[in-house]
């Protein structure tokens, strides 16, 4: 579960140890910025990339009264598994999304067997935080935990979705043939104020999206995510992804299937809230 980006930072559990394991008693805070491996950013959009993401919007929810703005209120039930380093399995668990378009978001780990403790992280932008096992856990800066999160949540689920394609914010560009993906599939970047740049690949044949890698700043380094969703199927109208996988630094890190989307009218306040000390 350290793979949400915000578990690289130190705010969670340490890599791999065990529930028991002390935490250390500082935590770091980024403090050295480096290029973005995905390269600097024009200050317009290039209209061949809009037309992708044009697209994009409409095969993910031509067919839905509303469109995609049903979206911005959501629910996602997976079950799947977390790969640890120092773990010669991995472990299986069920994990939870609840979030509301742009800012708030609650994502819980629940693991089978009470392999770890329950492991829940909220957002609220610009803050971010985490409890284990029901205790809240120290920030060094509750900022770039926020931020950290941020950027995972919008790779792995705002961007299925199709709500970053349509924020009057974003900037696209870069259209490019990708080479590595079967079947065929086209790539441009995405730029979303105060996060890394997105490289974003889509299906040529359903327009759909179907990869996303960027490179987040994790105690001073950047580290090359890559989260792909695949086998889109209805759900609520919306064409949607069934798998979600996660790798960070070339690693397997999460394997998920999705059991259930759902899109509320609203949620709980109490869920994005700071956790009580």
Known sequence: MRYFSLFALGVAVIVGCAPNKEMPETLPTITIETPDPNGTPPATSEPAAKAIIERAVKAIGENVPGGIARTKVCTCILKGKVFLPNEALPLEATRRFDAVWPDKAHVAYIYKDNKLPDQILRLQRPLGWMTVGGKSQP??????????LFTDIVAQYWVPLGQVFTDARVIVYDVQKVADIEPRATSIKIVFPELPVYLVAFDDASGLP????????????????????????????FMLPTVMKYTQRSREAEEWTVEKWEFPEKHDEALFAAPKE
Not at 139 to 148: F, V, W
Request: aromatic content about 2%; some cysteine.
């Open 139 to 148: 920030t060094a800066n509750a900022a770039d935990a926020g931020k950290l």
């Open 210 to 237: 179907v990869r996303v890698e960027c490179h987040p700043m994790l105690g001073g380094q950047r580290v090359r995510e890559v989260f792909t969703m695949t086998g889109h199927r209805p759900a609520g109208g």
